[in-house]
C-alpha cells in the first residue's frame, strides 16, 4: 500500500496536515507524535483503507481516491458492516465523512457505526461526520441529530445533490480527501428509473471527484433487473458484490485498479467490521 493503511493527507479533528517532502503528515488520534505517511509514485493511484488488513492487500492497498464504487448484495450477510466501516475508517483518522440516507434513519445508521467506533459522537461534535437525511420526514420523524440535515425524500434529485456539495465545498477547505456513502441507490432507482438514477450517479461522482473524495453507492440485491444492476456498474469505478454460498459468505470485487485476483473469495464479519478470510500467497487467497 503506497500510503501506509491509515488514510492520508488528514491530521485529527479539526484540521488538514501539512505536506512535507517526505509525504502527508498523518496525526493519529490518541498520539503524541506525528506519522509521516509516504506519498504514492506518480505513476500509481493514492488510496485510503477500506479497513481489514486482508481487504486492504487484496485491494492493491485499499480505495483509490477519486473513485466511485457500488456495494451490492443481500441484507444481513455484512454489507452494511462494510459500509459502515468504509465511514469509521477514514473518520477515526481524521478524514471527514458525508452519510447519505434514502432508505435508512441516521439514527438507526449510528447504532452499526458506534459498535466500530466508540468515540462516534466525539467525531460528529468535531465535524468530521455529518448526514443528509432523506428518510426520516417522510416516515413522521422529527428528526433531531445536529449533525444532519433533513430532507423530505428523494423527490427532488437536485437538492439533494446540493445539500452534499455543500458539505462537500466546506470539507474540501480543511481537509486533503473526504469519504461519502449513499446509503441506499435502490430507493432512488425505484423514484426515479434508471435513467435518471445513472444521471444522478454521474453528477454526484464528478462533484465528488472534483473534491478529491471517494464515493460507495449501496445497492439493495434481488430487487433490481440485471440490466439496471449492469448499468449501474458500468456507470462506476468499481463494484464490490456480496452473496451466501454453502455457509460461506464470498466477496467479488471489479473494476478498481491493482486488485489481487478476479475470483469470489470468502470473507468474515461481526458487528465490530470485516475482512477476508483466508492467507497471501503471491498475490492469491488460498
Known sequence: MDQGVRPEGTGPAGGQSGLSGAGYVDNDPGSSHQRIVKKASSDKPRKATLGGKRL????????????????????FIGKDILLAQF???????????????????????????VEMDFKLEERERSGLLTYVDCHSKTVGLMGKNPYAVYLNGVNDLSTVIAAVE???????????????????????????????????????STKTKAYNGIVMFD??????????????EHSMDGSFSLKEDNDKHLLLVKGLPDLRGNQWVEYIFDEKGMDIKGAYTYGYIK
Not at 477515526?92 to 447504532?111: Q, W
Not at 455543500?166 to 456513502?181: E, I, P, T
Not at 441506499?184 to 450517479?201: M, Q, V, Y
Not at 445497492?219 to 449501474?232: D, M, Q, R, T, V
Request: charged share 20%; aromatic share 10%; glycine share 10%.
Open 56 to 75: 486492504d492487500e487484496f485491494l492493491g492497498g485499499g480505495l483509490p481516491f477519486r473513485s466511485c464504487s457500488v456495494v451490492q448484495g443481500p441484507a
Open 87 to 113: 465511514i469509521s475508517e477514514g473518520i477515526k483518522y481524521g478524514s471527514p465523512a458525508i452519510v447519505v440516507l434514502t432508505n435508512n434513519t441516521t439514527s438507526n445508521f449510528r447504532k452499526r457505526a
Open 166 to 204: 455543500r458539505l462537500q465545498a466546506g470539507y474540501s477547505k480543511k481537509y486533503f480527501y473526504h469519504r461519502v456513502l449513499f446509503d441506499s441507490l435502490s430507493s432512488i432507482l425505484r423514484a426515479h428509473g434508471l435513467n435518471e438514477t445513472i444521471d444522478f450517479i454521474n453528477s454526484v
Open 219 to 232: 445497492l439493495a440485491g434481488g430487487i433490481h433487473k440485471p440490466e439496471e444492476i449492469n448499468a449501474i
